[in-house]
């Protein structure tokens, strides 16, 4: 015998609250505002310029006087805080990366415009050596090892210039073993005590970054891989291990990297810890909506906004995205 849908169901039906757009706002478990974004920018020397990156269309490459024009613009749109990344002229480019520690470098500089120009915006800068070096590698280089301690030791160094030209948080990429404690330590020793640290908790080694490493100029240095220091992607609870280190280290936030193949470990991330939780949709992820958009093959802008929400859904309090400007544009209607 066949049964009605009520009897199936009980007389239950799903579909009530789904019937008008007003219904389905009341019952929205969440909501994707501009204070969840985070806008990360592209840095180069000069002045007024801007370039393209190929493989991330309508994104550029800024000098810091049209970077400084970035941030004001974010500022109005309610965006709390952008994050900047170098592209280094490669004549600067070592070893060690020793620009990273120099006081006057491009992202300093950067940082100390915006302040100076936009005091309202968080400023949050990148502490690992990738920008730097001559091989890629987010660390010292030595017989083809990252030696991790002394990575440790520049990456500190990094931090505290970029905290001294202004950042607000320092957001190391570089998943050298103990950076979060020796970074707390060496910011608190030198009166840094109000920089926070937003730990790269879980970066996995993964082929998202591509044209990220287009963007600041290491893909053609990059020799071999970062698998020795980056999380497997196969793995959850080494990602669960590895931010618990970095709270215990004096962390306030973490962030899963990348965003969308890694929606499950923000999740365990957030219900483990509770603590602020961010992701970085990263470049091959905004390469590959874009891509699709621009051959008619899905509504981008639709896209980009249920993305964005996913995050949010997932657990995580923000979102790192190339998407920010225009995200919030939406968003302010
Ligand atoms: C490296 C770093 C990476 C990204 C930001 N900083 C990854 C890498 O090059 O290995 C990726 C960001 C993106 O893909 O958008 N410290």
Redesign the pocket.
């Known amino acids: 015998m066949r049964r009605s849908v009520d009897e199936i169901t009980g007389g239950k039906r799903l579909r009530r609250m789904r019937k008008a757009d007003w219904s389905r706002r009341l019952v929205a478990e969440n909501d994707l505002t501009v204070n969840d974004l985070i806008w990360?920018i592209f840095l180069i020397e000069g002045e007024n310029r801007t370039e393209q990156i190929a493989a991330m269309p309508g994104v550029e490459r800024l000098t810091v006087d049209l970077a400084v024009r970035a941030a004001e613009e974010a500022a109005k749109l309610g965006i709390p805080a952008v994050a900047t990344?170098p592209n280094i002229p490669i004549e600067k480019r070592d070893t060690t990366g020793s620009n990273a520690v120099e006081d006057d470098n491009l992202i300093n500089r950067a940082t100390r415009a915006i302040k100076a120009a936009v005091p309202g915006i968080g400023i949050i800068t990148?502490a690992?050596l990738?920008?730097f070096t001559d091989h890629?590698h987010?660390g010292v280089l030595r017989d083809g090892i990252i030696v991790n301690d002394e990575s440790v030791e520049q990456i500190v160094r990094a931090a505290v210039s970029q905290a001294a030209a202004g950042a607000d948080i320092i957001a190391p990429?570089?998943m050298m073993d103990g950076r979060i404690g020796a970074i707390r330590d060496a910011l608190d020793e030198n009166g840094f005590q109000d920089v926070a640290i937003m730990s790269?908790a879980t970066?996995y080694a993964?082929a998202?970054?591509?044209?990220?490493?287009e963007?600041?100029g290491?893909s053609g240095l990059?020799k071999g891989d970062?698998k020795t220091y980056?999380i497997d992607p196969a793995n959850t609870e080494e990602a669960l291990r590895e931010t618990e280190a970095d709270l215990q280290e004096g962390a306030e936030m973490v962030m899963v990297?990348?965003g969308m193949p890694y929606l499950d470990i923000c999740r365990r991330v957030k219900e483990t810890f509770q603590v602020p939780t961010f992701a970085?949709?990263?470049?091959?992820?905004?390469a590959m909506i874009e891509a699709a958009a621009a051959n008619g093959w899905i509504d981008g802008e639709r896209v980009m906004m249920e993305s964005l929400l996913a995050f949010k859904r997932a657990g995580c309090d923000g979102v790192l995205t190339?998407f920010a400007p225009r995200a919030a544009k939406i968003l302010a209607g």
């Not at 998202?208 to 490493?213: I, L, M, N, S, T």
């Open positions: 990360p990344f990148d690992a990738d920008p890629g987010d990429s570089d790269y970066k993964s998202f970054y591509g044209p990220y490493r963007a600041i290491t990059l970062k980056y990297k990348p970085y949709q990263v470049s091959g992820e905004y190339y």
